[in-house]
């Protein structure tokens, strides 16, 4: 196939060559395990041009099959053959081909020590919507929930058991359970503030619910209207009930980095709080950082002071992603042996009660971060990202997910070609 010299560049540019460049007659492994060998001349009188192209590559569509793509690109043709699962949905990308030690020590020295596992819990319906200025009807929470499932999430927070004076947006609670009741496949947490909250939510066939503290005495307050003490105090209660119904019970820590109030919150605060959680029996316990003002810098000390009062298989990490540092927390997160992490697709939610917290750290981005670093999830981010554009398409918004953004580009550009 003839393509011209702009052609290859611009083909160069896009598919990110390792690890060395693209000399004229070399070949090299591309990202995605694409084969790639070029062979071109620049004579004055040849200006011709051979690129042999063996890619892997796969479109994202509503449909989820491969399709073969065919692109016109400077008035010659170049054919792109889709067999496999593209460089962006593939996993273990720093698994290159490589027959050089060194660079293999060195990933396996910065890699080596990330769970090859790790379990996604999905907030979205719950911590995602209940922060909507509208009112999400039941059927569409409904229907986003079936879909998230279907996408291999194993654990999502379905709603919340509060006040609908409180949370609006989540006062169907009993209607959404009633509806999910049969769906296999996945958990189904609900948030439970309180002893006639979680009697409310056992009632409606809740086979887990989650309490939620904070590691700031003034988020505390006017989050719940009560102190520190007296909200695990009311926690225990429900642990000893749920204890006795055999219900696992998930722990939330707010603010365990920063506080809208209080500002830079202590370490220590957030262990004090996640022992206590611990002493009363929480399977998990998730460490949120709700206004998202963390770094590693932040949430490697937090987590040192976590890890010697809790081990580290009951720890969860849930990052909003204000600043734009969810993702480098999280990578943080897993170095020191975290292997749960909470996201909302499409990056829906923030906090009705933190002002100027943006939304969970996206799913999508999640998924394929981990993705790339060869950690087993078990989603299928395909399903995910159409989840995603479910809820969106609904609130008539775009998606806050940088990945569904990019990856509904390249399909937008490869519709076009």
């Known amino acids: 196939m003839l393509a011209s010299k702009k052609a290859f560049d611009k083909l160069c540019r896009r598919c990110i060559p390792f690890p060395s460049t693209i000399n004229s007659g070399d070949s090299c492994l591309l990202q995605g395990h ?82 090859e596992y790790v379990k996604i819990v999905e907030v979205g319906p719950r911590d995602g919507l209940q922060n909507e200025k509208d009112v999400v009807p039941t059927p569409v929470k409904v229907e986003l929930i079936r879909m998230l499932v279907s996408s291999g999430l194993p654990v999502v927070e379905a709603t919340s058991f509060v006040s609908p004076k409180w949370v609006p947006q989540l006062a169907d609670a009993k209607d959404v359970m009633a509806a999910i009741r049969d769906l296999e496949g996945a958990r189904f947490p609900v948030l439970t503030p309180n002893l006639k909250g979680f009697e409310a939510a056992v009632a409606a066939g809740a086979k887990e619910v989650a309490i939620f503290a904070s590691a700031s005495e003034s988020f505390s307050k006017s989050n719940i209207n009560c102190s520190i003490e007296d909200s695990l105090g009311r926690y225990n209660d429900v642990a000893l009930a749920a204890s006795k119904l055999s219900i696992p019970v998930r722990g939330y820590i ?63 990490v849930h990052f909003h992603d204000t600043y734009g540092q969810a993702l480098s927390n999280i990578l943080a997160s897993l170095h020191m042996g975290i292997n749960t992490v909470d996201s909302s697709v499409s990056g829906l939610g923030g906090c009705p009660y933190a002002k100027g917290a943006s939304g ?58």
């Open 254 to 316: 707010s603010c365990v980095v920063g506080c809208p109030v209080e500002g830079m919150i202590s370490p220590s605060n957030v262990a004090y709080v996640a022992k206590r959680l611990c002493d009363m029996g929480c399977s998990e316990i998730s460490l949120g950082d709700t206004i998202g003002v963390g770094t590693p810098g932040t949430v490697i000390p937090m987590l040192g002071a976590v890890l010697n009062v809790v081990p580290v298989d009951k720890l969860a």
């Open 34 to 115: 694409i084969s790639f060998g070029v062979s071109y001349s620049e004579g004055a009188n040849d200006t011709r041009e051979t690129i042999y192209w063996s890619g892997q590559r796969r479109n994202v569509s509503p449909a989820g099959f491969l399709t073969l793509t065919h692109a016109s690109i400077g008035g010659n043709s170049l054919e792109i053959d889709n067999h496999c699962h593209d460089w962006h949905m593939s996993s273990r990308h720093y698994n290159f081909l490589s027959n050089d030690k060194s660079i293999r020590g060195f990933s396996d020295k910065v890699l080596g020590s990330i769970p």
């Open 360 to 417: 969970n750290v996206a799913t999508e981005d999640v998924v394929y971060m981990l993705n790339g670093l060869g950690v087993k999830t078990n989603v299928d981010l395909q399903k995910v990202i159409l989840a995603g554009n479910f809820i969106c398409k609904h609130l008539g918004r775009s998606s806050g997910s940088k990945t569904a953004i990019a990856l509904s580009k390249i399909t937008a550009h490869a519709s076009k070609l």
